[in-house]
């Protein structure tokens, strides 16, 4: 009896890992789908829609030019870039990038409203209906960029971070030059802050670093920051190198040489 209960130690063991693996596993929804997802491993995948139902046990794959957003509840898992991830690891990834994210986005916001910065650094990654996600914000008629850009600083100062960024974008439709450049800018800072973070990467990939002006650092900083957390760790590279050629000082390149040295 004794060499029946030994042979059967290891088929119990298996067992119980594949229990604590179920138990631990996350339900997710894909929120956001752009180009070509897939589920699966091996030979056996399958494509991904806005709206299925995925655990966190399984990985996905995604095509060249492809972006993809997992929901639970508040949690989002974000990615930005072609190649195939375990979703295990990214949501246990999740809580040390969110407060990296958390310092970022606070120090990124302080040319956006320093006290609008403080919000985003208390409640970073959060999404939902408090944040205004539910309506959409418009400008008062015949007001022009300044005006409006204040209203969405009262809202991001509120935590409203999706009607922020609304109204920072009606902004930047009717202003021009540098003062454009720092609504998109702003736009893109209150969208990351809400946790719309694909949102956010696309808003900074559209700028251009010429068009970007004065807010080139910025810019760079945060979508290499965003860059990162979403699995875009080459172009995280080439932005802050860019940038640091550029010219970044003090705490703006310190920033980028600690995430520089974390995209490697």
């Known amino acids: 009896m004794g060499e029946v209960v030994t042979m059967r130690k290891p088929l119990l063991f298996s067992l119980m890992l594949l229990l ?145 960024a609304s109204l920072f974008g009606q902004a930047a439709e009717l202003a021009q030059g540098e003062e454009k450049a720092g609504y998109v800018y702003s736009k893109a800072w209150s969208l990351a802050a809400g946790g719309a973070t694909i949102e956010a990467i696309k808003v900074l990939r559209a700028m251009s670093v010429a068009g970007a002006g004065p807010w080139a650092g910025q810019r760079a900083l945060l979508l290499a920051r965003l860059d990162i957390d979403t699995g875009s760790t080459a172009e995280a590279r080439q932005v802050l190198d860019a940038a640091i050629k550029a010219g970044l000082a003090g705490e703006d390149l310190e920033l980028a040489k600690a995430m520089l040295a974390e995209a490697k």
């Open 20 to 164: 604590a693996a179920s138990a631990f596993a996350v339900p997710l929804t894909a929120s956001w789908i752009e180009g070509k997802v897939e589920r699966g491993s091996g030979s056996a995948w399958k494509l991904v829609n806005i709206g299925d139902k995925i655990d966190s046990a399984e990985s996905v794959r995604l095509a060249a030019g492809a972006m993809a957003e997992f929901a639970e509840g508040n949690r989002r898992i974000s990615i930005s870039a072609p190649g195939t991830y375990s979703l295990a690891e990214l949501v246990k990834a999740g809580g040390d990038q969110a407060k990296k994210r958390s310092t970022a986005l606070g120090k990124l916001g302080k040319l956006v409203d320093p006290k609008a910065a403080d919000s985003a650094t208390a409640i970073a990654g959060v999404r939902g209906a408090a944040q205004g996600e539910a309506e959409t914000m418009w400008a008062t008629e015949g007001e022009g960029p300044e005006a409006i850009a204040e209203e969405a600083k009262s809202y991001a100062r509120e935590s409203r971070f999706a009607d922020a």
